[in-house]
């Protein structure tokens, strides 16, 4: 069986809250069912890469120094990411990353960094650094074609707006600004979310969406996923959801 590519872009500088776990789980959870998974890295040393080859690509979150490095970098990413994107390449990206694929971030600083443009969302973080979308979040989710509640943990002073298919509803927490209704960003191919957490390891559910997502590009790949025992994490999940929600 051919495997899952996966491309893990910047892993050295985009790490914050444990966001290369979200790479632990895909590999397990395909490890668990014989299913080849390899992951790559890029990062600044890096030579460009023919992104279309993946069918996953992976930024996670970073603060608005990395940001700001990394925006002198991607320039020379944006065609290739582009490309991937109408190639149909899953882009899974979290808070800094899924910031840095908008038009533009405006730091606290007041420093506009360019984005990929992939998006036509921008996000602008208020003066203050004190002032910032911290703590648990609950979201809201159809993605998986039914309603899916996922848990994170969301930590930006960002505030992205022009986002005109929402990954979900807030249920609790902020989201895209102060006391938002809606959080992230999302198309059949796309997540970008706030929530670090990390993501895949609290919503196994998610993570399986994205394998089979990834794995229906592949003609040799099994018709479905063969179900794991997520006893463990439904039970954190229960005791989050009753923590969070019920209050
Ligand atoms: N620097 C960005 C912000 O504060 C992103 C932070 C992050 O990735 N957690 O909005």
Same mark, same amino acid.
């Given at each position: ?16 809250? +444990?966001?290369? #776990?979200?790479? !632990? ?40 120094? !990395?940001?700001?490095?990394?925006? /002198?970098? @991607? ?16 882009? @899974?990206?979290?808070?800094? +990353?899924?910031?840095?694929? #908008? ?13 990929? +443009?992939?998006?036509?969302?921008? /996000?602008?973080?208020?003066?203050? =650094? ?10 809201? /989710?159809?993605?998986? +074609? ?15 707006? #022009?986002?005109?298919?929402?990954? #979900?509803?807030? =249920? ?20 970008? /979310? ?30 479905? @996923? ?11 999940? !229960? ?9």
């Amino acid at each position: 069986m051919k495997p899952i590519k996966i491309l893990h872009m910047y892993a050295d500088m985009l790490d914050l809250y +444990g966001d290369s #776990g979200n790479m !632990e789980i895909l590999q397990y959870r395909c490890k668990m069912r014989d299913i080849p998974c390899e992951i790559d890295h890029y990062s600044r040393t890096s030579e460009v890469p023919d992104f279309s080859r993946y069918d996953l690509i992976y930024l996670g979150g970073g603060a608005d120094l !990395e940001q700001q490095i990394l925006s /002198t970098d @991607l320039p020379r990413c944006s065609d290739g990411l582009k490309k991937a994107y109408a190639d149909g390449v899953f882009f @899974l990206m979290i808070c800094g +990353g899924y910031q840095l694929m #908008g038009q533009y971030y405006r730091d606290a600083d007041g420093h506009d960094l360019p984005g990929v +443009g992939l998006f036509d969302y921008h /996000t602008i973080a208020p003066n203050s =650094r004190r002032k910032r979308c911290i703590g648990n979040i609950v979201v809201q /989710t159809e993605i998986t +074609g039914e309603p899916l509640d996922i848990i994170g943990f969301e930590n930006h002073g960002g505030q992205t707006s #022009g986002v005109t298919s929402p990954f #979900g509803r807030v =249920r609790c927490g902020n989201g895209n600004c102060f006391q938002s209704d809606i959080e992230g960003y999302c198309e059949k191919n796309v997540i970008a /979310t706030y929530l670090h957490g990390p993501l895949l390891a609290k919503n196994p559910k998610l993570a399986d969406y994205i394998l089979e997502y990834c794995l229906r590009r592949h003609e040799d790949a099994p018709a479905f @996923l063969a179900p794991l025992d997520d006893t463990l994490e439904n039970e954190c999940r !229960e005791v989050m959801l009753e923590r969070l929600l019920k209050k």
